[in-house]
């Protein structure tokens, strides 16, 4: 290798940013293992230390914190649950801004609304720090083939300086403006996600109980004008009636949550979408929390049926 190419593939290594992940559920190992893979310095921290454990194989040091995690780390990635999940992993005696370092760079890449992304970057301010809000779209398989999109929120230096570590883990990085304005436009595109499942999910259950075939219903939902990627990649699954979470019910009512609370937020009511909100809390109550979004057809052809009206011969 000629001397001055040595040279240039030693100093990018030298300037790589070491990276702490912090969250490893479904979504987080995924991104973790691709950080690794990716050749960043990594360490790892989860509340439950076996998820952890299995990054290590990939080269990852398994931190006894989010504060050890982040001891060295250039560059710190939270992928937790919600917005309490982040406020704890953050603060407190053995959180991430407990071992900040002076300048480090916070992305916290969970879906926790706006309020808590600006509520977090005040946090990782007072520990000398920076912060990018970066919630992505996509689920598990995205996530392991590095296809998810980031919806970035900061300053335009801090996402730039972000891009190496984001670019392991997604396809394209968009950025939305200042901090928060990331998580905005992640509520944003739920609501469409929202109302994408529930009228999938209810128009199968209508089309059902009008007599339709299944098979038909869902040829004509993913073929026809309105076909969407995330009909087509549930057609498999809804046909087979298998509601194995790939992102759950549970998790849907959240982020339909933080939308209801950004439109109060900007001073808006889009009363559909909190109609949808409601269904889908209805269908949480009922038990199918922990099951894919796409079983609340359950709830819809339980729950909304009615007595039928009797005919005109019958009266």
Not at 6 to 17: C, D, E, G, H, I
Not at 144 to 164: F, K, Q, T
Request: glycine share 10%.
């Amino acid at each position: 290798m000629p001397k001055a190419t040595k040279a240039l593939k030693n100093r990018r290594a030298v300037t790589r940013p070491r990276v702490a992940f912090v969250g490893l559920g479904n979504m987080g190992t995924p991104m973790a293992a691709r950080c690794a893979r990716a050749g960043f310095t990594l360490a790892v921290w989860n509340r439950t230390r076996g998820r952890a454990e299995a990054l290590a194989k990939l080269g990852a040091r398994v931190a006894e914190s989010p504060a050890d995690a982040a001891r060295d780390a250039d560059v710190v990635v939270t992928m937790v649950s919600d917005a309490r999940a982040l406020a704890a992993v953050l603060g407190g005696e053995r959180g991430v801004c407990a071992g900040l370092k002076r300048g480090a760079l916070v992305i916290d890449m969970s879906t926790a609304g706006r309020a808590a992304a600006r509520e977090a970057a005040k946090v990782v301010a007072f520990a000398k720090g920076r912060f990018v809000d970066a919630p992505v779209s996509g689920t598990v398989a995205p996530a392991e083939r590095g296809e998810l999109v980031a919806m970035a929120g900061g300053s335009a230096r801090d996402v730039d300086r972000a891009g190496p570590v984001l670019r392991a883990m997604c396809k394209k990085v968009i950025h939305a403006g200042g901090v928060g304005q990331g998580q905005a436009l992640k509520v944003l595109l739920n609501g469409v996600g929202a109302h994408q499942f529930v009228a999938f999910t209810s128009m199968l259950a209508l089309g059902e109980r009008a007599g339709l075939a299944r098979e038909t219903i869902v040829e004509a939902f993913t073929t026809g004008a309105f076909a969407s990627p995330s009909y087509v990649g549930k057609r498999a699954k809804v046909l087979a009636r298998d509601y194995t979470p790939e992102f759950s019910l549970a998790l849907s009512l959240k982020d339909a949550k933080l939308n209801v609370e950004l439109q109060d937020e900007v001073g808006m009511r889009l009363d559909v979408l909190r109609a949808i909100a409601h269904a889908v809390k209805s269908a949480v109550a009922s038990g199918l929390g922990e099951e894919d979004l796409y079983a609340i057809e359950k709830w819809f052809a339980i729950s909304a049926v009615r007595p039928r009206a009797p005919s005109k011969r019958s009266r």
